[in-house]
């Protein structure tokens, strides 16, 4: 039976609009890296101590994000993702204009929010209730976003330092995302199909039958269940791995002898393979077992920081930073299909947001252990060596995970 769907369907305009705003909100932290050095030495801090920023970031998404899934899960969509771009605008100004170290972390903290009331966790609920036939094609567009804006944000925020300072450099960044934040969430996004008369796929009928998972009715269901706690954790040490090193990966070039210019541009080279995997992960797991095509990119992924460790070069960068861009991009639209087809599309906010605030330690953490590694040992190269442990790890968890819901009269633990 054939998948595609019908004229008039608005799912994949809708698609495309949450995946510029994606581009606009995750897809600013591109622009960290660059930003780490500068910001230290005007504040005579240690990179790490900078890094912290991406812990609180990292809390602030899983704090709000637990908050808001229930909102989101009842459609309050637009008005949520309008409100979290004004916030993220007005963070990241007030970033830009911090003379003391508590003003970054204060200005983190708004910006954390409003990115978080815009970010992946509604884009992603909205997405599974628009589609089901085409699901994981939908989940990459909007999840690409990021990617794209990794082609020039990181090389347009380093020439804007070089240019006039790291200020206006974030400055920029905060006019970009409301200008272009604020239209397409007014104009282009619509939480539920049922708002313009739709239905999931646009079809009276489903073109593909999706099992039924067992009845969830609160957060304590899911909790007592052996699959939500693998998932979780093993989508929370995925992410722990570019949260972590992500952020020191220009340092990490720089102490190797690489310009800042230079070092920025593996950035955007992981960037355009990111790209590339979210739309190619997004088409594989509509075709193939999802969790085979998540294996095959976790090695890739791990593969590339062990090589990086051990042959720190410019050349390697560029080829590791190939391989990182396919794991993080590839994996960004795994994780809310895999919600989706376990616990049902009506919940994936909700189940997301939980999940979010238990992977919370190993993503907060990351940033600030990755910098503990190369204070203690002097150099990034253990640290990057042990990121490919911890996706060997992840992998491990991801394989108890029992992706299809249980039958009725089946254990669900």
């Known amino acids: 039976m054939s998948t595609a769907n019908p004229p008039g369907f608005s799912g994949w305009r809708v698609a495309f609009a949450l995946s510029a705003t ?16 500068p910001i230290a030495r005007e504040f005579a801090m240690e990179p790490g101590e900078v890094g912290a920023g991406m812990s609180i970031l990292i809390v602030m998404l899983a704090l709000v994000g637990v908050t808001i ?16 771009v004004v916030l993220a605008g007005i963070g990241l100004y007030g970033f830009s204009l911090a003379v003391e170290s508590w003003q970054l972390a204060a200005g983190m903290v708004v910006i954390s929010v409003g990115i978080a009331l815009y970010g992946p966790l509604p884009a992603n609920a909205t997405i599974v209730r628009w589609f089901l036939a085409r699901r994981g094609t939908a989940l990459a567009i909007s999840a690409a976003g990021p990617a794209v804006a990794g082609f020039g944000i990181p090389l347009a925020v380093a020439w804007a330092i070089d240019a006039d300072g790291w200020r206006s450099a974030i400055q920029m960044l905060g006019f970009g995302a409301v200008a272009i934040g604020l239209p397409v969430i007014g104009f282009a996004v619509v939480g539920r199909p049922e708002a313009l008369g739709q239905t999931q796929d646009g079809r009276p009928a489903r073109p593909v039958e999706e099992s039924v998972p067992l009845p969830a009715a609160s957060a304590g269901d899911w909790l007592r269940e052996a699959d939500f706690w693998w998932l979780a954790i093993g989508i929370g040490l995925i992410f722990a791995v570019p949260v972590g090193m992500g952020l020191y990966l220009v340092p990490f070039l720089e102490e190797a002898g690489v310009s800042p210019q ?117 150099e990034y190269g253990p640290a990057f060596l042990g990121a490919a442990g911890v996706l060997a790890l992840a992998a491990l968890c991801i394989g108890r995970f029992r992706l299809d819901p249980p039958r009725r009269g089946e254990p669900s633990a």
């Open 262 to 378: 230079r070092a920025a541009l593996s950035i955007s080279v992981a960037a355009v393979f990111g790209f590339i995997g979210t739309l190619g992960s997004g088409a594989l797991v509509d075709r193939f077992p999802p969790k085979l095509v998540l294996f095959v990119l976790l090695g890739l992924f791990g593969a590339s920081y062990a090589a990086l460790a051990s042959w720190p070069t410019f050349n390697v960068a560029l080829i590791a930073a190939a391989g990182m861009g396919l794991g993080t991009g590839g994996a960004a639209p795994i994780h809310p299909l895999f919600v989706g087809r376990r616990f049902g599309p009506e919940v994936v906010a909700s189940v997301m947001g939980i999940q979010g605030l238990i992977g919370l330690p190993l993503l907060a953490g990351a940033p600030l252990i990755a910098g503990a590694v190369r204070s203690v040992t002097g």
């Open 22 to 37: 994606q581009a606009c909100g995750v897809g600013l932290l591109q622009a960290y890296s660059p930003l780490v050095n």
């Open 69 to 84: 899934g229930p909102a989101v899960d009842r459609g309050w969509v637009k008005s949520l993702m309008a409100g979290g």
